[in-house]
C-alpha cells in the first residue's frame, strides 16, 4: 500500500511495542502487492501481516494456517469501511458507452475496493467487468484510480471511499457506494507462530484504547494510522459476504495476481 520508506517510518514503532510486550525479535517484511504477500504467507516466509477483507478471505480459502488476531479501528472508532464507484466530474455517469467500451480503473486484482466492488455495482445493474463493453487495468493503488480518472485515462474507478473523498476538490465523484465491508485485519500464521505469543499480540492490542485513555494515545502516537486508533475481536460472520461474492467470481483473481 506504501513505499517501503513510508512502511518502515510508520511500522516500526508497532514492532518496538511488540518487542518490548513479547521479549521476542520482529522484522519487517516488505512486499509491493497482495498477491506477493499471500503467496510468502502460504510459504511460512512470514508471521504476521495486515490484510484487508478480500485478501484474508482469499487466504483462508487456501490454507488454515492464517488466523485472524484483531480487526483494526479507524479514527472514529468502527472496523469497517465502504467501497466507492468513481467518475469525473464532468463525464456521464452512465454505464455504457454508445462508441466505445466503458475504461475502468481498478487497483489491485486482490484489492476489496478492486474487481469485487466494481463487479458487484455493474451486476447489480445487469452487467459485469467481462462485458465487451467493458475494458479494466489494475494501477496498482487506489492513488492511481484517483488519479488517472481525473485525468480522463478511465471513465470509472474502484476505490475506498474514504480516499475518493480526498480528491472531491479535484473534480472525482462518488457514482455509487458498497455496503460497509469488514475492516483491515491483523493475521498470525499459526504455521510459524506459537499460540502463546499469538494470544499475547491479541492481548497487547485489544488492551489499549486510544481514543479514550491519553497515557495509551501516546504509546500508538508514532504508529501508522492504520494501527493507531485501537482494535476489536475478530466477528469472523462479517466476512461471509465477501467469501460469497469471491466464491461466486467467475474469474479467478489469484491468477490475474500474477
Known amino acids: 500500500m506504501v513505499s517501503l520508506e513510508q512502511m518502515t517510518r510508520e511500522y516500526l514503532p508497532f514492532l518496538d511495542y511488540l518487542e518490548k510486550r513479547s521479549g521476542r525479535r520482529f522484522e519487517l517484511a516488505y512486499h509491493a502487492s497482495y498477491d506477493e504477500l ?3 504467507l502460504v510459504a511460512g516466509e512470514v508471521d504476521l501481516a495486515y490484510l484487508g477483507p478480500l485478501p484474508y478471505v482469499a487466504l483462508t480459502e487456501q490454507t488454515d494456517s492464517i488466523i485472524p488476531i484483531v480487526q483494526l479501528l479507524d479514527s472514529k472508532g468502527a472496523s469497517d469501511y465502504t467501497c466507492a464507484i468513481v467518475h469525473f466530474a464532468d463525464h456521464p455517469a452512465e454505464l455504457m458507452h454508445s462508441g466505445r467500451p466503458h475504461r475502468v480503473a481498478l487497483t489491485q486484482p486482490l484489492s476489496t475496493c478492486g474487481y469485487l466492488s466494481v463487479e458487484r455495482y455493474l451486476n447489480q445493474h445487469q452487467t459485469s467487468l467481462e462485458s465487451e463493453h467493458y475494458e479494466y487495468t489494475y494501477t496498482g493503488s487506489h492513488e492511481n484510480v484517483a488519479m488517472w480518472v481525473i485525468l480522463d485515462d478511465f471513465d470509472l474507478g474502484g476505490i475506498k471511499t474514504q480516499i475518493a473523498r480526498r480528491y472531491q476538490h479535484l473534480g472525482l465523484r462518488i ?13 498470525a500464521n499459526r504455521a510459524t507462530m506459537d499460540a502463546g505469543l499469538i494470544d499475547l499480540i491479541r492481548e497487547s492490542m485489544l488492551s489499549l484504547h486510544p481514543r479514550e485513555n491519553e497515557s495509551d494515545r501516546d504509546v500508538v502516537r508514532a504508529w501508522s494510522a492504520n494501527l493507531r486508533y485501537g482494535a476489536r475481536t475478530v466477528d469472523e460472520q462479517a466476512y461471509e459476504s465477501i467469501r460469497n461474492q469471491w466464491r461466486e467470481l467467475k474469474v479467478d483473481l489469484m491468477r490475474s495476481a500474477e
Open 38 to 40: 499471500l503467496n510468502a
Open 175 to 187: 457514482v455509487d457506494e458498497t455496503d460497509p465491508v469488514p475492516g483491515f485485519v491483523l493475521v
